[in-house]
């Protein structure tokens, strides 16, 4: 609602008119009530340093008539606590320094009640209490200290980098938070522009080399720059980059070095030093050789880390052919600054004197290394070829020969001290090895120390000295119901000799069994060959193996042959082919058993079973008399002890009745063959229910069998008691069996009461007793 600034005037401040002012939704006209509020705004000082309260403001109601009994109520931001009111004057005071940069105004409700009645004399109306700003702030830089990086030889007003101050003052008011920039310290080098901050360079020119870092003061002050503003300071270190304005210069123009001639390829001969005032990739250098009095002789390469040239030798060095080289070396920067070609090039370049020195060296062969062939029927004594080498100094001294013997530890070859020629000293054989690479020394007869060893690689040559055999070791069968030309097996060869032309075999049966032949070989023409049968069918009982010789000969010059027997086992089989039936050494042969398999399984199991009898023999001259003896059903209950027993005292022995009975035993009573008083008590193990009983003639077979459980358990239990103390043995019979009672005393009396019918069931194996008792039942029933 807008606020009336005097109770006689007719209008608001916020010019609408005070009365009616239009009707609400219902049509009710509305009539906006006259105030008498003497405020709208109040404006107070921020950082106020007196020692009484700062005076606000008065506020004051047309409905106060004087007479004490309208009273004021502040309420809103500060309301108590910043703010307080005087509630019969209606006078706020600060009651704290305020500070602008916190808060920049508080909104509050002020309202008149009658004093006794608390009811309203006027509503409650808002007015805002603004903080003026005074310059009580400095400017600050976001940084304390900036960093900042210009490439030397930069132009003038070249921008650097950009810093910036703030004023926490009022900006809307008065220039408490206007901002100047000046420089303070690092003139004339640099400027900054005032009022944005931007520094810059202010002189051309600058060269790294001369000087790298600068550090700049600069100020930034309020009130925009007059006196009495406050101000703040930041640094900023600026450093100059380097680029490239400085071309590299070697430390000398002559370098002379010296190297022997046995300096290996890659060996250093000397270093080349080039200075480069600039830093980093700008004073990378690259040297390179622009002419030499030796082409290719030797190399330069720059190292990355020192930035050095290094020479190094190319091709072997030789006294005796030249003993000076002269080069002409170059070395320029990497990256160029297209902007500084003008100033001077970047470029030098010196003068390589090499000396080379003289040394004794060590014989040289003609070649690096021999290849050497010989075929391997060579007599001993052969040359197979012959190496030279030479005393590459000028006095030329001779020359011995000799092999490494670690290299050719069979000796199998030698070497002629004086010519060096490599003849044959054993047998060889290329199957054995195919290849031979031994080492030859050549040592000068005046200087034993030095010498030489170069590889000789020697190659054995074929010749056809093997003949060809079976692949592996073929054993197969035949079947009983063959017929004739049916294939049974095929066969492969093998020959360690490898002709250029490759293998060409041929198969045949051997000349003595052709006449009386059970079966043919077929060559296939492609190094394998077929086992075909001869006639139409083969009995086991007539004959179980046959022994079929197959010639073997190689294509080669000479021919070479040898004849390989093929094992034919007879079996049974089904009208597919697939064997049933066959001998011992048919099975064993398709178990991929061989024959030394078999003799190795057939002394285990004699010596198996002769261990077996002699332990058997040595328990029966053992055995004692049982202690009963009697033509009468002991099944019941047969024990034997093997100990000598109480006489008349020994009570505890088992009997019948104890068996059909257990729960008759009392807890307390004690064996007599074991320990009366065990360490360690028995340990129970859950016994398992008996099965129900199959007819009224087993009722107590459920008792007799968790009594013995429980026996054998004690038994178990107790570490004290001996394993051998007595043998008990009852005669127990087990039911729920699939083939039912076993036992003779449940069986008919005659035979005839027998039905052997279900055996024809039982599949072939029980086919012969089924014809046997099958035929008996016929009979009878004729």
């Known amino acids: 609602t807008p606020v009336c600034v005097f109770l006689c005037f007719c209008e608001c401040v916020c010019g609408h008119p005070c009365g009616l002012t239009g009707t609400d939704a219902k049509g009710v006209p509305l009539r906006r009530s006259k105030r008498g509020w003497m405020w709208n705004h ?40 910043l703010f307080r009111i005087d509630e019969k004057s209606g006078d706020i005071h600060a009651t704290k320094r305020l500070d602008r940069e916190e808060k920049a105004y508080y909104i509050l409700r002020a309202k008149a009640v009658d004093r006794f009645t608390n009811e309203a004399l006027e509503g409650e109306s808002e007015f805002v209490i603004k903080i003026h700003d005074i310059n009580d702030n400095e400017p600050r830089f976001t940084k304390d200290l900036y960093m900042a990086r210009v490439p030397e030889m930069s132009d003038m007003g070249t921008s650097v980098i950009q810093v910036t101050a703030t004023d926490a003052d009022d900006s809307t008011y008065g220039n408490s938070a206007k901002v100047v920039y000046s420089i303070l310290e690092g003139q004339p080098y640099f400027s900054v522009d005032a009022e944005t901050g931007l520094v810059k360079t202010a002189l051309p020119g600058m060269d790294r080399e001369l000087k790298e870092n600068y550090q700049v003061v600069i100020q930034a002050k309020d009130m925009g720059g007059q006196m009495g503003g406050l101000s703040g300071t930041t640094t900023v270190s600026i450093t100059l980059s380097d680029v490239n304005d400085n071309p590299p210069r070697f430390t000398k123009s002559l370098y002379e070095f010296r190297v022997p001639e046995t300096a290996d390829l890659g060996a250093t001969v000397g270093l080349l030093r080039a200075l480069d005032a600039d830093i980093g990739e700008n004073a990378e250098m690259e040297y390179r050789i622009i002419s030499s009095d030796g082409p290719g002789m030797f190399d330069v390469f720059t190292n990355k880390s020192t930035q050095e040239g290094v020479i190094v030798v190319r091709r072997p060095l030789d006294f005796e052919r030249k003993r000076q080289y002269s080069l002409r070396v170059q070395v320029e920067n990497v990256h160029l600054n297209p902007r500084f070609f003008a100033a001077a090039p970047f470029r030098d370049d010196a003068t390589v004197k090499v000396q080379v020195e003289d040394v004794d060296e060590p014989p040289v062969f003609e070649r690096p290394s021999y290849v050497m062939e010989v075929k391997e029927d060579a007599a001993r004594s052969t040359v197979i070829g012959s190496v030279s080498a030479s005393d590459p100094d000028a006095l030329h001294n001779p020359v011995r020969y000799s092999i490494d013997r ?71 069968f035949v079947c009983e119901n063959a017929r004739a030309n049916q294939r049974i097996q095929t066969v ?41 049968t ?29 004849t390989n027997t093929l094992t034919v086992r007879v079996c049974t089989c089904d009208r597919d082919g697939n064997m049933q039936l066959c001998n011992a050494e048919a099975l064993a042969a398709r178990a991929g058993l061989s024959t030394g398999a078999l003799v190795a399984i057939l002394l285990c199991s004699i010596i198996l079973l002769m261990i077996v009898v002699l332990f058997a023999a040595l328990r029966r001259q053992r055995k004692k008399e049982p202690l009963i003896i009697s033509k009468e059903d002991v099944r019941d209950n047969v024990v034997s002890y093997n100990d000598e027993g109480g006489g008349e005292e020994d009570t505890q022995a088992f009997d019948i009745g104890t068996l059909r009975n257990p729960e008759a035993i009392e807890e307390s009573k004690q064996r007599r063959d074991i320990a009366p008083e065990p360490f360690y008590p028995p340990v129970r193990r859950p016994v398992p229910p008996p099965p129900p009983a199959r007819d009224p003639g087993h009722g107590h077979n459920g008792d007799v069998r968790e009594f013995i459980s429980q026996r054998l358990q004690d038994n178990d239990g107790d570490p004290t008691a001996p394993p051998y103390d007595s043998l008990a043995t009852y005669a127990y019979e087990g039911s729920g069996s ?37 035929a008996d039942d016929s009979d009878r029933d004729s």
């Not at 699939?738 to 005839?752: I, K, N, R, Y």
């Open 534 to 562: 001869r006639r139409n069918s083969y009995l086991n009982l007539q004959r179980s193996v046959y022994l079929v010789p197959v010639v073997i000969s190689d294509g080669e010059y000479p021919m070479l042959s040898s």
């Open 738 to 774: 699939v083939a039912e009672s076993l036992s003779s005393l449940e069986s008919v009396t005659t035979d005839g009461d027998q039905d052997y019918n279900y055996l024809s069931e039982w599949g072939p194996r029980f086919k012969k007793l089924a014809d046997m008792y099958g």
């Open 492 to 532: 492969s060869a093998s020959d360690p000799d490898n002709p250029i032309g490759g293998h060409r075999f041929v198969f045949s049966l051997a000349p003595e069994a052709s006449g009386k032949a059970n079966f043919s070989v077929r060559d296939n023409k492609d190094n394998t060959a077929w086992i075909l």
């Open 42 to 81: 109040f404006y107070l000082l921020e950082e106020y340093t007196g020692t009484d309260m700062q005076y606000v403001g008065k506020l004051h109601s047309d409905g106060d008539r004087g007479d004490g009994s309208a009273r004021y109520v502040l309420t809103g931001e500060g309301a108590g606590s």
């Open 406 to 476: 670690r290299t050719d530890m069979d000796r199998v070859f030698n070497v002629h001290a004086g010519n060096g020629s490599v003849f044959v000293l054993r047998e060889l054989d290329r199957e054995e090895a195919a290849w031979h690479n031994i080492s030859i020394i050549a040592t000068e007869f005046n200087a034993p120390r030095q010498m030489t060893r170069v590889p000789v690689f020697i190659r054995i040559l074929d010749v056809n000295d093997n003949a060809p055999t079976f692949a592996t070791n073929y054993e197969t």
